[in-house]
């Protein structure tokens, strides 16, 4: 994956590599979470500027918590269930719709994944050296 140097790379008040010099940097981590614990993870490092090879500590993101939207697909179906069971067996129906709504909405939830992990185009990212860069 490339990107460029959105400010010049100083060193001891020399200038190292120039603002919108290429980088490119390396996936070290991805992972897309689970169905109902985990969330979607990504790790960027810097391998190159300017075609010298550079180690650097990680870019971590994490995806979102989507607790709150399995809830409300769970109490949604439900809800419809209930109502849908209402209508059609009174009191016993909604008992039994609610429960095979509740189910269905849960297994929505445990067939899909949650929120990706995502680095926003022209987000800005800060790197550190992990050892030193060797300029000539």
């Known amino acids: 994956m490339e990107a460029s140097l959105a400010a ?3 060193a001891g008040g020399r ?3 120039a603002q919108g010099s290429r980088v490119l940097l ?5 992972g897309e979470g689970g169905r109902v614990r ?3 993870r990504l790790a960027l490092r810097v391998a190159e500027i300017d075609g010298i090879a550079v180690q650097t ?3 971590r993101v994490e995806a ?3 607790k709150k939207q399995d809830a409300m697909k769970i109490g949604i ?3 419809l269930g209930a109502a849908i069971g209402a209508i059609s067996g009174g009191g016993k129906g909604a008992a039994i719709g609610a429960a095979a709504g509740g189910g269905a909405g849960t297994g929505v939830v445990l067939a899909t994944h949650g929120a990706p992990a995502v680095i926003p185009a022209e987000a800005r990212l800060v790197f550190r050296l992990t050892a030193p860069m060797h300029v000539i």
């Open 8 to 10: 010049p790379l100083m």
């Open 64 to 66: 979102p918590a989507t």
């Open 38 to 40: 985990g969330r979607a």
């Open 77 to 79: 179906g439900s809800g």
């Open 57 to 59: 500590g990680a870019y």
């Open 15 to 17: 200038q190292v590599a």
């Open 26 to 30: 390396r996936v070290v981590e991805s």
